[in-house]
């Protein structure tokens, strides 16, 4: 069996054409779903990149695998069973490889976020460039063709290809994005929204879109306006048309090698990308909808119906656990994910009733999803704005702009008392792992921007009363640098 996984950094599924997007950002990815699945509700169950990889390699949680972050406490990534390779917990790629599959990947994502448990299991790993994530898809695409002429035939590969393109900042050719100048963008956020947005004062904010000083002319300054706005969507959209293409020659040397209707597709994302949503732009700092939800097509020749669409929801542990019984393996007992591939074959199985998801980079949240409702739970907000309780209604608030906790009492006691079966199981003897969500609470989510150099921006920029209501909601005595070190530069 061939299996060719598309890994594509922060691509919303809202933003692909096959997703019903308006803009045809993705025609080939639509090629390629026009002849499989799409799966609609398909949920990281960890973000950003470091969780859901490390869930990816691992197949569970993270609060199982330990790397909840991407440096620090509450990044050490954890193994049930000691130092041995386990064959109740085997990586993925080791799993794939022990039963003969040749696991390959293209991908520089161990370099860019020093993770060792990356490499495991590979047969190859191409990382092509030294750029640690900052390459565009045609200097990744460029490397892959030559390796499927010279391996494309053979038989039981996984080959794991990853995409940076749709990750700020947007450096794709200007061209990708000077063909959406006459395409308006979406309606969300409005005007009205976004200058309500011009009084925050967090990274990624409108006011403050970078945390950096150098970036491209494919991102605004800043959010001030609709037309700033679309200039930033127009960027994203160009970086995805612009990815799109280079997949395009992908599928043409499949096909002259005559292997295009042999291989299995698997597409999807490590995360999304708010834009607008709890005002915050081009980023993805939270536990919410726009970061947790995934795209996930899936092609199988001789198994899957053409165009297809499974509505249920599941993890991307799952997606895991159904390549897994797709390469005829057993699931191992102690991974978290439960295979799809029943669903695959047309046959009928239910989604999960409910989801839960964390992150722990940018902000310390643990959220539940179910048909109806979006709840989060803030352990830590960072530098970021949300309440320690927080309830979405989903179907009358899909971008997740009210929060209706103090209107449905019932609703928050429910999502509470899941959340504590879900703790329970997942933390409870006899493991007893300590959660790697409460080491980010102790220390705090102060990664690529620390309190102390936040406060020192916003003082530079003249916004001394935001500066001291951060300073002061969180060290009262104004003693913040002995509480806070550096902890880098920003990526």
Same mark, same amino acid.
């Given at each position: 069996?061939?299996?060719?996984?598309?890994?594509?950094?922060?691509?919303?599924?809202?933003?692909?054409?096959?997703?019903?997007?308006?803009?045809?950002?993705?025609?080939?990815?639509?090629?390629?779903?026009?002849?499989?699945?799409?799966?609609?509700?398909?949920?990281?169950?960890?973000?950003?990149?470091?969780?859901?990889?490390?869930?990816?390699?691992?197949?569970?949680?993270?609060?199982?695998?330990?790397?909840?972050?991407?440096?620090?406490?509450?990044?050490?990534?954890?193994?049930?069973?000691?130092?041995?390779?386990?064959?109740?917990?085997?990586?993925?790629?080791?799993?794939?490889?022990?039963?003969?599959?040749?696991?390959?990947?293209?991908?520089?994502?161990?370099?860019?976020? $020093?993770?060792?448990?990356?490499?495991?299991?590979?047969?190859?790993?191409?990382?092509?460039?030294?750029?640690?994530?900052?390459?565009?898809?045609?200097?990744?695409?460029?490397?892959?063709?030559?390796?499927?002429?010279? $391996?494309?035939?053979?038989?039981?590969?996984?080959?794991?290809?990853?995409?940076?393109?749709?990750?700020?900042?947007?450096?794709?050719?200007?061209?990708?994005?000077? +063909?959406?100048?006459?395409?308006?963008?979406?309606?969300?956020?409005?005007?009205?929204?976004?200058?309500?947005?011009?009084?925050?004062?967090?990274?990624?904010?409108?006011?403050?879109?970078?945390?950096?000083?150098?970036?491209? #002319?494919?991102?605004?300054?800043?959010?001030?306006?609709?037309?700033?706005?679309?200039?930033?969507?127009?960027?994203?959209?160009?970086?995805?048309?612009?990815?799109?293409?280079?997949?395009?020659?992908?599928?043409?040397?499949?096909?002259?090698?005559?292997?295009?209707?042999?291989?299995?597709?698997?597409?999807?994302?490590?995360?999304?990308?708010?834009?607008?949503?709890?005002?915050?732009?081009?980023?993805? &700092?939270?536990?919410?909808?726009?970061?947790?939800?995934?795209?996930?097509?899936?092609?199988?020749?001789?198994?899957?119906?053409?165009?297809?669409?499974?509505?249920?929801?599941?993890?991307?542990?799952?997606?895991?656990?159904?390549?897994?019984?797709? &390469?005829?393996?057993?699931?191992?007992?102690?991974?978290?994910?439960?295979?799809?591939?029943?669903?695959?074959?047309?046959? =009928?199985?239910?989604?999960?009733?409910?989801?839960?998801?964390?992150?722990?980079?940018?902000?310390?949240?643990? &959220?539940?999803?179910?048909?109806?409702?979006?709840? *989060?739970?803030?352990?830590?907000?960072?530098?970021?704005?949300?309440?320690?309780?927080?309830?979405?209604?989903?179907?009358?608030?899909?971008?997740?702009? =009210?929060?209706? &906790?103090?209107?449905?009492?019932? *609703?928050? +006691?429910?999502?509470?008392?899941?959340? #504590?079966?879900?703790?329970?199981?997942? @933390?409870?003897?006899?493991?007893?792992?300590?959660?790697?969500?409460?080491?980010?609470?102790?220390?705090?989510?102060?990664?690529?921007?620390?309190?102390?150099?936040?406060?020192?921006? @916003?003082? +530079?920029?003249?916004?001394?009363?935001?500066?001291?209501?951060?300073?002061? =909601?969180?060290?009262?005595?104004?003693?913040?640098?002995?509480?806070?070190?550096?902890?880098?530069?920003?990526?």
């Amino acid at each position: 069996m061939k299996i060719i996984y598309l890994d594509i950094d922060s691509l919303r599924p809202d933003h692909m054409s096959c997703y019903g997007y308006e803009r045809n950002t993705t025609p080939y990815l639509d090629s390629i779903a026009e002849k499989g699945m799409r799966f609609q509700r398909c949920y990281a169950a960890s973000s950003p990149c470091v969780p859901s990889r490390a869930s990816f390699m691992s197949g569970r949680f993270g609060v199982n695998h330990g790397a909840l972050t991407h440096w620090g406490p509450g990044y050490d990534f954890y193994y049930p069973e000691g130092d041995g390779h386990s064959k109740k917990y085997p990586f993925f790629t080791r799993y794939l490889r022990e039963a003969d599959y040749k696991t390959v990947t293209f991908s520089s994502f161990g370099d860019r976020h $020093h993770a060792w448990w990356y490499f495991a299991g590979w047969s190859e790993v191409h990382t092509h460039t030294l750029k640690e994530g900052n390459e565009n898809a045609d200097e990744v695409i460029s490397k892959v063709i030559p390796w499927l002429e010279q $391996h494309g035939n053979e038989d039981n590969y996984f080959l794991h290809i990853q995409l940076w393109d749709p990750h700020t900042l947007y450096t794709c050719p200007t061209e990708y994005i000077e +063909k959406w100048s006459h395409s308006p963008a979406k309606e969300f956020p409005s005007e009205e929204i976004i200058q309500e947005h011009q009084a925050d004062s967090f990274p990624r904010s409108a006011a403050f879109l970078h945390t950096i000083d150098s970036f491209p #002319a494919t991102m605004p300054v800043k959010i001030s306006n609709r037309d700033d706005y679309k200039h930033l969507i127009d960027g994203y959209d160009g970086a995805i048309s612009f990815m799109d293409e280079q997949i395009g020659k992908l599928l043409r040397t499949l096909s002259e090698l005559g292997i295009e209707d042999d291989v299995c597709f698997v597409i999807s994302a490590d995360h999304g990308e708010s834009m607008g949503e709890q005002g915050i732009y081009g980023e993805h &700092a939270s536990a919410t909808e726009s970061v947790h939800h995934l795209p996930l097509i899936v092609r199988v020749p001789g198994v899957t119906s053409p165009g297809t669409i499974y509505d249920g929801f599941l993890y991307n542990v799952d997606v895991i656990a159904t390549i897994t019984e797709l &390469a005829g393996l057993s699931l191992p007992s102690g991974w978290d994910g439960i295979s799809y591939f029943p669903v695959l074959k047309g046959e =009928k199985q239910a989604g999960h009733e409910y989801l839960v998801m964390d992150h722990a980079l940018y902000t310390c949240q643990r &959220a539940v999803r179910d048909e109806k409702w979006y709840f *989060i739970r803030t352990y830590h907000p960072g530098l970021y704005r949300f309440d320690d309780v927080t309830l979405y209604d989903m179907e009358l608030d899909p971008h997740q702009m =009210k929060n209706v &906790a103090f209107d449905h009492p019932e *609703i928050v +006691k429910e999502m509470n008392h899941r959340l #504590a079966l879900w703790e329970q199981e997942h @933390l409870g003897y006899p493991r007893n792992m300590v959660d790697p969500l409460q080491k980010v609470v102790e220390t705090g989510p102060w990664k690529y921007v620390t309190l102390d150099q936040w406060v020192n921006h @916003l003082r +530079k920029a003249g916004w001394e009363e935001a500066a001291d209501q951060l300073l002061n =909601k969180y060290n009262p005595y104004n003693d913040v640098s002995s509480a806070y070190g550096n902890a880098g530069t920003v990526k």
